[in-house]
Nanobody, 123 residues
Framework: QVQLIESGGGLAQAGDSLRLACAASQRTFSTYTVGWFRQAPGKERVFVAG??????DYTGSVKGRFTIARDNAKNTVYLQMNNLRPEDTAVYYC??????????????????WGQGTQVTVSS
């Protein structure tokens, strides 16, 4: 069983930056495919960014603004969010699976989830 703990959420103004972290209890976390998802109030959970090995993928609305990266020594995956917009406001979740060599955009393909961290961006 892998435990994922997100941190780094909070309040920001439009144009600000935040960095989210997803720390795993698993020492072989570097072998997992990891995704960041977000869920705004009243909306479904959607894919934001993912990483598998060194391959990354982003949803269109965050390309050029968000960067996903991993620190294997710390068993942590980061989501650097720059130039934040009010529409980025959501609860952000990290998810992981060992059962893929590719970045996965479908939430139901992930086996482990963190508890979520709130990001609120004001205009």
């Amino acid at each position: 069983q892998v435990q994922l703990i997100e941190s780094g959420g909070g309040l920001a103004q439009a144009g600000d930056s935040l960095r989210l972290a997803c720390a795993a209890s698993q020492r072989t976390f570097s072998t997992y495919t990891v995704g960041w998802f977000r869920q705004a109030p009243g909306k479904e959970r959607v894919f934001v960014a993912g990483i598998s090995g060194s391959t990354t993928d982003y949803t269109g609305s965050v390309k050029g603004r968000f960067t996903i990266a991993r620190d294997n020594a710390k068993n942590t995956v980061y989501l650097q969010m720059n130039n934040l917009r009010p529409e980025d406001t959501a609860v952000y979740y990290c998810a992981a699976t060992r059962n893929s060599y590719y970045v996965l955009r479908a939430a139901d393909r992930y086996d482990y989830w963190g508890q979520g961290t709130q990001v609120t961006v004001s205009s």
